[in-house]
C-alpha cells in the first residue's frame, strides 16, 4: 500500500461550488502536510501547510488533517475556474529527515463555467 | 528573482547517450532536489541535497549522478538514457535548513528517450 492514497478523479465541479479533496495516508508518523497545485504543465507550486491536527485556513482554502481516521482534506469555497488544475497532497515520511517527503498521485480537478 | 530555473524545457535523447539537466535557484536555499513524475506514479524523489558538496540518494536513484559544487547549482546527469527515463523531471528547493519543507518547484523538463 502506497503511504500517500489519492483519488485521481477527474472532479467536476460548477463554478460557485465547495469542493472537497481527499488524501488518505497509512503511516500514523508525521510532523507536517501539505497541498500542492499543478497547474497543466506546470510546476507544484505549495498551497497550504500544516503541521498539526485540525484545520488550517488561507483564504479560500482550508486543509484539515483528522489523526484518528489518518484523513487529509483541502476544501476550496467559492470555486472559479482558475482553480482548475491537479492538486497534490503531500506528507513527511515515517521519521522525517530531508528525504522525508511522500506525494499521492494527484487529483484532477475540473471548474465549469 | 527567478525562484528555481530548469533548463532544457524538453529534450528529446537516444538510448544509450547521456545529458544533464540543469537546475539553479537564486533564493540561497541549501535544500535541493530531484524528482520524475510520470502518469499514475505521482512525484518520486531521485537524488537530494542538503547543501553544497553533499548528495544523497532518494526513492529512484538508479541511472542518475547528481553533484553540488555551489548552493546555487544542483546538475541531474543521465549516464545512458533507456526509455523508462521518458518522464518529466522537476527540480525543487526549500528554505528550510538540511530538510524538505515547502518545497519550491521549477517548470519542469520534459524528456523522451526513444
Known amino acids: 500500500q502506497k503511504e500517500v492514497e489519492q483519488d485521481p478523479g477527474p472532479l467536476s465541479v460548477p463554478e460557485g461550488a465547495i469542493v472537497s479533496l481527499n488524501c488518505t495516508y497509512s503511516?500514523?508518523?508525521?510532523?507536517?502536510f501539505m497541498w500542492y497545485r499543478q497547474y497543466s504543465r506546470k510546476g507544484p507550486e505549495l498551497l497550504m501547510y500544516?503541521?498539526?491536527?485540525g484545520n488550517k485556513e488561507d483564504g479560500r482554502f482550508t486543509a484539515q488533517v483528522d489523526k484518528s481516521s489518518k484523513y487529509i482534506s483541502l476544501f476550496i469555497r467559492d470555486s472559479q475556474p482558475s482553480d482548475s488544475a491537479t492538486y497534490l497532497c503531500?506528507?513527511?515520511?515515517?521519521?522525517?529527515?530531508?528525504?522525508?517527503?511522500?506525494f499521492g498521485k494527484g487529483t484532477h480537478l475540473i471548474i465549469q463555467p | 528573482n527567478a525562484g528555481v530555473t530548469q533548463t532544457p524545457k524538453f529534450q528529446v535523447l537516444k538510448t544509450g547517450q547521456s545529458m544533464t539537466l540543469q537546475c539553479a535557484q537564486d533564493?540561497?536555499?541549501?535544500?535541493m532536489s530531484w524528482y520524475r513524475q510520470d502518469p499514475g506514479m505521482g512525484l518520486r524523489l531521485i537524488h537530494y541535497?542538503?547543501?553544497?558538496?553533499?548528495?544523497d540518494q532518494g526513492e529512484v536513484p538508479n541511472g542518475y549522478n547528481v553533484s553540488r559544487s555551489t548552493t546555487e547549482d544542483f546538475p541531474l546527469r543521465l549516464l545512458s538514457a533507456a526509455p523508462s527515463q521518458t518522464s518529466v523531471y522537476f527540480c525543487?528547493?526549500?528554505?528550510?535548513?538540511?530538510?524538505?519543507?515547502?518545497?519550491?518547484f521549477g517548470s519542469g523538463t520534459q524528456l523522451s528517450v526513444l
Open positions: 525543487a528547493s526549500s528554505p528550510v535548513q538540511g530538510n524538505n519543507e515547502k518545497l519550491f
Open positions: 503511516n500514523s508518523a508525521f510532523q507536517y
Open positions: 500544516t503541521y498539526s491536527s
Open positions: 503531500a506528507k513527511d515520511r515515517a521519521g522525517g529527515g530531508a528525504d522525508g517527503l511522500t
Open positions: 533564493m540561497n536555499h541549501e535544500y
Open positions: 541535497s542538503v547543501g553544497a558538496g553533499i548528495t
